[in-house]
């Protein structure tokens, strides 16, 4: 029975030994390059997500940076029109400033020839008037003293001896 039971033994392994290698024949036929294929096509899958992903972080932080970037040129422009808005504003009231002060000038230039010619006329007016009533005065005066024959006769003499002394 020990002969019969190793010759079981034997041929059990053998059977056992055959259909093993049987089965790894029919999986690396039928199964093994399915099996190796979904796993590479899995492998593949998770690799370009992780690429992709890694694509998408860079596209962000490119993103983020262009962002950063757009918001400081902003920045600069907005504070680079601020500038410009205030100098221009300067400008304006300079110009304005000395545009009143030309036209003050002016006025008080033309106020003061006004002034003038108004004084030159006063002083005119104020001569001519002097002048008529110097004349009046000395027409009253005169015809008082040539009234009388004795005073112009002495009149006379006086301003022939007013000459001859000049």
């Given at each position: 029975m020990e002969k019969l039971l190793e010759e079981f033994s034997l041929g059990l392994f053998f059977w056992q030994t055959l259909l093993f290698v049987l089965l790894l024949f029919l999986l690396y036929k039928f199964a093994w390059k399915p099996i190796l294929n979904a796993v590479n096509e899995r492998e593949e899958g998770i690799k370009n997500a992780l690429d992709a992903a890694d694509a998408a972080k860079k596209e962000m932080q490119n993103v983020t940076a262009d962002s950063e970037k757009l918001l400081k040129e902003a920045r600069a422009e907005r504070d680079a029109l601020l500038k410009?808005?205030?100098?221009l504003k300067e400008g304006i009231v300079s110009e304005a400033k000395e545009q009143a002060k030309v036209e003050g000038?002016?006025?008080?230039?033309?106020?003061?020839?006004?002034?003038?010619?108004?004084?030159?006329?006063?002083?005119?007016?104020?001569?001519?008037?002097?002048?008529?009533?110097?004349?009046?005065?000395?027409e009253k005066v005169i015809k008082e003293e040539l009234s009388d024959k004795k005073k112009q006769q002495k009149l006379v003499d006086d301003m022939l001896g007013d000459i001859k002394l000049n």
């Amino acid at each position: 029975m020990e002969k019969l039971l190793e010759e079981f033994s034997l041929g059990l392994f053998f059977w056992q030994t055959l259909l093993f290698v049987l089965l790894l024949f029919l999986l690396y036929k039928f199964a093994w390059k399915p099996i190796l294929n979904a796993v590479n096509e899995r492998e593949e899958g998770i690799k370009n997500a992780l690429d992709a992903a890694d694509a998408a972080k860079k596209e962000m932080q490119n993103v983020t940076a262009d962002s950063e970037k757009l918001l400081k040129e902003a920045r600069a422009e907005r504070d680079a029109l601020l500038k410009e808005a205030r100098e221009l504003k300067e400008g304006i009231v300079s110009e304005a400033k000395e545009q009143a002060k030309v036209e003050g000038d002016k006025m008080i230039k033309q106020a003061q020839a006004t002034i003038e010619s108004e004084k030159k006329a006063a002083v005119a007016d104020i001569k001519a008037q002097v002048a008529n009533l110097s004349l009046e005065i000395a027409e009253k005066v005169i015809k008082e003293e040539l009234s009388d024959k004795k005073k112009q006769q002495k009149l006379v003499d006086d301003m022939l001896g007013d000459i001859k002394l000049n």
